[in-house]
C-alpha cells in the first residue's frame, strides 16, 4: 500500500490512491476524479504565521513541527552533511534547555549578590571594599568575636560615615534619613528604567507567561529588552525595600532566557508551539534558582504555568532545572553552599496535637490569600480605571517612600525580607544570637552551650520581638496589597511567605510558652515534658508560610514539594500538606481563582484554565456565533466567489476566518480558511501570477469551475484551505467542548446540525460564555 | 436567558428555547418545533455501562459524572440530610485515597516481614521463637559479639537442626538439600494457588494496570480474590528464591486496594472513568511503599502508568503515597526506621572524570534493556505459541529448582536480592563486615576504626568477591528472562536493580584500584591523592541500578526521582540523570519500547500509548472503514427501520456501534448509538411497553413519524441515541486523528465528506494502522 504524501491541514495535496471512489451504500461521491499533483506550488510567504496578541491554532503547530520532522528525516540519508543536520535538529532541544538553564542559574546568582550589596549599601558602606556586602565585609575582620559578628570597623553606617559617630540620636535619624534617600533613589530609577526601555518588565510576569503558554502571542514580552531591564530593575527594586521579592520574577528572566536561546534552532524559533515546550523548561529553571527546588519546580511549571506538557518536556524541564541549580550553586551567592538563603534542617520531630495549629495556620493562609485577591484586585482595577493609574513614577515613589519610613524603626521590616524569612525558619540553637532566642534560662546565665535546647520561659527579648513581628505583620499585609501591580518588577512569593512565616513564628513561640507554663494540660502531658524540646517555633513559621503562598498562588503539590525541598526531612512534610490543603479549601470558598488567575482576568487575556471545572449545561448551539439576533454568518463557497466579492466580505468582516462551503443551498462545509492567509495569498498572487483581476473567479475546489470562455485567469486557493477543520454537532454539550479547545488546543470550531453548517465558535466566544455563566463581565474578554 | 437542562450525550432531552430557528444565510431548518419535554422517561438499566474486554468512552463517563454532580449540587440546598449527603461526596474523594493509602502500606509492611521470615526459613529456624526471621531471633542474644552478628545459639540451620552439626561437608549438603526443598515448596504453593484461586495474580501486573488506567475493562484484574491471591502468593514467590522481586507487584496490590474501596463510594464506583483517578493514586502509593519515594511514585503514576491524570488527581496520588509511606514507617519492617531496606547516605562527592563509567553504566544499562526485551518476549511469545505453555506449574518448578541448585553455591545469589543490593549500595566504612570491603589495609591490623576510608589496595576477599559477583552476573540475567512471565506474582525492579548493581559494584572497584595504582595518571592526580576516599564503589552500584532499570523500563524523570529519594542528597542527581539518559538513549537505538509496553503489545491489549509520536502521513480516509473491498458501511436511517430490520443489523455485524444518518439518500449524520445500549432498549421496550411488535417502526428523531392508521405503535429510541458524536473529515491526517483519540479518549470517531457520513475510525483501528505503519502483524490486536 502506497503511503500518501500529504503536508498537514494548511496545504493539503492529497495523490488520492483510488480515484473515483464512490461509496457503495449510498452514492456519495467522495473524491473526484484523478488530479494533477500541484506539488510545485510554492509555499506563499507568511501563511501560517501570527499577529500580535492572537491565539495560536497548537493543532497546525504541532503538524507542522511533525511536517518539518519528517523532512529532514528524509533528507538523513542522502549526505553526511544532511545526517549531521538531523542529529543537530535531534540534539537542539537539549541543547537549548542546557543553554537556557546556564543562563538562568548565572543570572539568578548575578542578581542574588547584586541585590545582596544594593541592599546594604542602604544601612552603610564597606570601608576596605566598596564591593562587598555588609557580610562579605567583616569576614575578613579579625577583631569580631563570634557574638557581635555584625560590627566589624571596615563596615561603616552611613551616620558613622558623615557624622563621624555610630550611636546617639543624631546618627539614627542620618542614617533614617539615608535609608530613605537610597530607598528613594532605587524605586526611581527602576521605575523609571521600566516606564521608558521596557514595559513589559514590570509585575511577576507568571500571569503573562501563564497566558503565553497557553498559547497567546505577546512580541517583545520574552525578548532580550525585557530580560535586560527586567535584570537591573529586579536587583533595584529588591534593593529599594518594597514588600516585594525577586522569586517570582526569576521565573519571567528564566523565560526570556528560554526565548531567546530558542532563536538560535529554528525547531524552535520557527514553530510556536515547540517554543513554548522551551518555555516550560525555562519556568521550571527560573522555580528551581529562585527556591534551589529543582523537582519543586518541574511541578510547579507542570501543575500552575504550563498548557502543553508533553512528557519529553517532563524530562527536559528537569534537565534544565538542575543545570541551573548546579551553575547557581556553583556560583555560591549566599556564602552557605546553598541555592536558598532560608534552607534549615530540624531535628525534633512534631506531635500529632500540633496539627492543630498547624491547620489554625491554614485557615489564616486561606483567609489571607482570598483578602489579599480581593484587595489587590481592587485596586488594581481602580488604578486602571482612573487617572491616577496616568502616574507610575509618582505612584512608585509614594509607595517607597511610605514603605521606608515605616521599615525603618522595626528591625523586623528594616531588614531584607529573605533573612527575616530566614531568621524565623531557623530554630533556637545555643549559638543563635537573634532577640528572638533570648529566653530566660539563657540570660540567667545557665550552661550557655547546651546541645538540645528544650523549651524555656520567654525572656523580654522574645516578648519584645513579638510586639515588633505583630506591627511588621499589619505593615506587610497592608503594603504587599499596594506593592503588587507597581511598574516595577515584583514578585509575590516572598512578601507572602514573610506573612505567614511571621504568624508562624508567633503562634510557634505562642504554643511553645503554653506547653512551657500548662504542661500538665491533657495535649501537652504525654508528649511535653519539662526539660524536653517539643515545640519547634522555627516549623511552624515554616509551615505558616507555606500556607499564606499557597493562599495565594494555590499551588498544591510544587508548594509543598518546594518548601519540602528547603528542610531536610521528609516528615515535615503531613504539617505543610495539612496547611496547605487547609489554606487552598479556605481560599477556594471565597473564591476559586489564584491571584494570577484573577490578574490574567484583569488584564483580559484569552486564557482557558485547565483547572476550573465547565460544569453548566449549556450546549453548542447557545454559545456558537450567529445567534438569532445576529448578522448571518460570514461563509465563502467553494467555486462561485470572485476576488472583488472575497476581498469585499473579508473588509466587510472583522472575523479571523470564514469557513467554506459547498453551495449556498447545501451548506455542507468543505473548509476552513484564514483571513490572514486569504490576504495575503491574494496579495501575493496579485503580485506574482498574470492575469488574475478582480473579476477572477476564486476556487477551493481541486479542479478549476467550467467558466465562459471570456472570463479572467481564476485563483486557485486550495493550498491555504484548512480541509479538516473542527466540528462539533448543535447538540454537543458546551462541556464537551471545552474540553476539546483545552486538551487540542484549538482556536475555533465549527458547528453543524445533520452535516450542515451553523455557526463557529472561537476560544473568545467560550471565554464570554464562561464569563456570562459565572455572572461576571463577559466584555472583559479582549484579544482573540 | 434561560439555562436548558439536559442530561449529557446519552440521553439528550433538549428544551429547545427557540423554536423554528432558521437559519437565516441558507435556510436549513435546524430544530423542529417545540416539544413536551420526556423527562418522566425512565433511564433503561444497563444503558452506559460496558462489556468485559471493552474499551470505556472517556467523554461519556466524564459527563455522567458532572450531570452527578450538578444533581447533587442542585439538591443540596433541600434538606440538611442532602447537604450532608453532597459533603460525603465532596470528600469521598480524599477518603477513598486515605483508605487506599493505609491499606496499601499495612499490606506492604506484611509482605515484607513475611517474605523476610519465610525467606530465612529457607535456611534455618529461630529455637526460641518459630516467627522470628534470622536478623530478629539473634537480637535478643547476650553472647554475640558485633562482629558475628549473624551467628547466635538461638538460631538453628537446617543442618544443625536434624544433624546436631553445624559445619563440615555433610551439613553442607543438608542446608543445600533443604534450601532446594523449601524453594521448591514455596515455588509449587505460589504457582498452585494463582493457578487454582485467580489466574489474575500472576506476573507484575503493570502492563494490565497501564492498559487499565487508558481506559479498558478486565474485570476480576483488580478484585479482592486477585488481592488476597497475590498478596500471599508474593510472598511466597519471593521466598522462593526465584529471581524476581516485589516491588511490581506491590502496585498491583495497591491498586486492588483502590479499586476495592471505590465500591464503597457510588461516585468511583458506578464511573469507570473516575475508578481511574483512584486507581491512578494507588499505584502512586504502591510505588512509594515499594521504594520509600512518595514522590517519586507520583511521578511514576504520571509519567509511567497514567493515561488521564488532572491536577486534583496529581494532589491525592501525592496525599495517597504519603499516606502509604507513613503506615508503612510506623510498621517499621525492616527495624532501620526507613521505608526500604537499601536506604543509603554517601558523603563524599563524586568528580567530573567519573561520568565517563557512569555513563559507561549507562550504556551497559541501555545494552541489557534492550537485550531483556528482546530475549523475554521472544520467549514469552513461545510461551504463548506451543504446547509447552500449558505446563505452567512444570516451568515454574523447573526454573525454581535450576535458580535454587545454582543459587545456593555463591553467597551473593543465595542471599535475598534486596539485601544484596543493600550490600553493594553501602560503602565500605569501618563498621562493615562484609567480604566487599576486605582491603589490605584493613586486614594488616591497622587502626580499624577510622571515620574516613581512604581508597585502599583490595585484599582476597574482594577478589574472591568479583569472582563471586561475575559468576552472580551472568546467572541473574539469564535467569530473569526466564522469570519474568512465569505464572507467579514477579516484579522486575529489582532483579534489574541487582544487576545494574553487582555491574556497578565492579566498574566501581576497577575504577578505585585503577585510582590507587595509577594516581598519577592526569585524570587522576588532580582529585585521587594516595590516602583520599575519592571513589565511592557504592554510588557506582546505585548508577548502575538506575541504568539497568531504566534500560528496561525507560523510566526517567521518575527514576531518577525514586533513586534521589534512597540516597541523601541532591548531588548525585547528575551522575543518575548521566546514567539513566544514556540507557535510555542506547535502550531506544534497539526500539522504542519498554518492558511494559512489550508486553502489553504480546497481550494484544488495546493500548494507545501517549508518548509514542505517530509519524506517518496517511489521512483518516485510508484508515477508516469500510475500505474499498469491505461491506458497505452498516448504518440505521432516523426513522424508517422497523425493529425486525434493527434486530436484522444488529445480528448481521459484529459491530459495536451504528451510525444514524437522516436518510440513505442524503448521508447525513445524525448520531451513533451503541450496539448494546439498542439491544438492552428493545429488550426492556419489548418487556415494559405495551405494542411493540417486530413490525413496529424505530425513530430516533424527536417526533413519530407518520405512519400509516393500522401500523403498530413506534419505538422510541432517541434517548440512547449519542447526538454529539466526534467526527472528522476524511481529509484530516492521521496524526490529528491519533491525538484526538490519545487525549479524549475515544472509542470511536466518525468520517465524513462534505458533511456526508463516509466511514467510522475506532480505536482498534489506529492500533492495528499503526502496526502495519511499524510493520508489526496488526491482527496482534485483540480486543476493542
Redesign the interface.
Known sequence: ?K????C??SS?T?HS??SN?I??????V??STTHLLDFLEEPIPGVGTYDDFHTIDW?RE??KD?ER??KI?AKKKESAWEFTKSLYDAWSGWLVVTLTGLASGALAGLIDIAADWLNDIKEGICLNAMWFNHEQCCWGSNETTFAERDKCPQWKSWAGLILGQEEGPGSYIMNYFMYIYWALSFAFLAVLLVKVFAPYACGSGIPEIKTILSGFIIRGYLGKWTLLIKTVTLVLAVASGLSLGKEGPLVHVACCCGNIFSYLFPKYSKNEAKKREVLSAASAAGVSVAFGA??GG?LFS??EVSYYF??KT??RS??AA?VA??VLRSINPFGNSRLVLFYVEYHTPWYLFELIPFILLGVFGGLWGAFFIKANIAWCRRRKSTRFGKYPVLEVIFVAAITAVVAFPNPYTRQNTSELIKELFTDCGPLESSQLCQYRSQMNGSKAFVDASPNKPAGPGVYAAMWQLCLALIFKIIMTIFTFGLKVPAGLFIPSMAIGAIAGRIVGIAVEQLAYYHHDWLVFREWCEVGTDCITPGLYAMVGAAACLGGVTRM??SL??IV?ELTGG?EY??PL?AAVMTSKWVGDAFGREGIYEAHIRLNGYPFLD??E?F????????VMR?Q?SDP??A?LTQDDLTVEELQGIINETSYNGFPVI?S????????FALRRDITIAIENARRKQEGILLTSRVYFTQHAPTLPADSPRPLKLRSILD???F???????M??VV??FR??GLRQCLV???????GIITKKDILRHMAQ?ANQDPDNIMFN
Open positions: 500500500k503511503i500518501n504524501k500529504v498537514c491541514s493539503q492529497l490512491h483510488w471512489y461509496m457503495s451504500n449510498g452514492g456519495g467522495v473524491s493543532v504541532k503538524c511533525r520532522h519528517r528525516n529543582p523537582i518541574v507542570l501543575e508533553p512528557l517532563l524530562w528537569f534537565f538542575l541549580a548546579f498544591t503539590v509543598v514539594v519540602f521528609l512534610i503531613v500538606m485547565a483547572k471545572e460544569t453548566h449545561t449549556t450546549l453548542a448551539r447557545e450567529p438569532r448571518p454568518l461563509v459547498v449556498k443551498e447545501s451548506q455542507r462545509l468543505v473548509g480541509m479538516s477543520p466540528t462539533v454537532t448543535d447538540h454537543t454539550p462541556e464537551i474540553d476539546i486538551k487540542l453543524t446540525h445533520n452535516g450542515r453548517l451553523l455563566m
